[in-house]
């Protein structure tokens, strides 16, 4: 009879030995996850300033799944262990599944009173319905990653990307190509600032929010450097008219950020961006571009339906997934409740939202 196993795996780094090697070619392997649940991706949050806490789960000494765990500090013991795109497990195998899910939340309840945690949330990318291994945890209410989005299949030639693409989505990237926009890539020191600046400009605009530059600055001096991250700058005549954030790890490429300037609207700076993108994807080895984040119902309120238009005429498939799931253990959660009223008195209003968990 195989032995299965949950070990702690304390502060792999990036260039670390065999170890870090199984654990990339896990996660690239599995796709139920992605890059968030990388090494790279860890030492991005460490930059940020949270926590990681790593588990790997192992057969017969091979290690064949785990996750990691991110967390912000909470001097009242009531903070949230999160995994985004994780547990890497072998989601086909529910037998073996289940087990491994079973010793992670095992260990992380016996290391949860002395991280103060309350909650384990996981996000693995798994179409629904939740699979019956998660009876025990229920819908969260904040998403870490989309639950719907609309992935473009990059692997055929890309006159085949182009001919599946709706008319107007084509046209477009021929527009830019008439009219001489030209795409570069730039991994200089500059490029973060250059990029925060046109993504102000485009928020200011289209009234979405953007991450605080030194976000995208720790983003940068990892992702980069590990070729997991480039920006990419749409030019005219000497002129910037927008940007792109163009994330690689394993098969898939995900369009993280974008923007486009209010200068020149007419040369169509923005289908060229993703034209460009999806080539340097399919360059790099992938084979799906994720366009991260869509609307396939076109409510108005949704926080994707002003770009879910521009999106659609890519062409594409639309992928939905079973979005966060959240574990509580109970006993640390009434602690919590009777550290934050002692501490702080909060009012029945502010207790309900607390007991909502909403994100760290």
Known sequence: ?????????????????????????????????????????????????????????????????????YTASKRNGAAILVAPEGPVLPWNDDILARKSLGLIIDEVERQSRSLGIITLRIEPRLPPPSPSILHEFGRAPVDLVPSETLVIDISQPPEAILASMKPKGRYNIGLAQRADVEVVSDCSETAVNRFHSIMLEASARDGFEVEPLQFFEHLASVLVPSGHAKFLFAEHNGETLGTLLLMTYGRRATYLYGGITNRKRNVMSGYALQWAAMNAARNAGCSEYDLYGFDASGAPQHRYSRFSQFKSRFGGTVERYIGAQDYFFLDNLSDAFVKIVGETRMTEQELASCARIGSF
Not at 25 to 54: C, D, Y
């Open 1 to 69: 009879m195989s032995s299965l196993e949950v070990r702690l795996l304390p502060d792999i780094s990036i260039d670390d030995d065999a170890v870090a090697c199984k654990w990339e070619a896990l996660v690239t392997s599995n796709p139920a996850s992605g890059i968030m649940q990388s090494l790279p991706w860890a030492e991005v949050k460490r930059r940020q300033g949270l926590s990681s806490f790593h588990l790997g789960v192992y057969q017969d000494n091979e290690m064949i799944g785990g996750a990691l765990f």
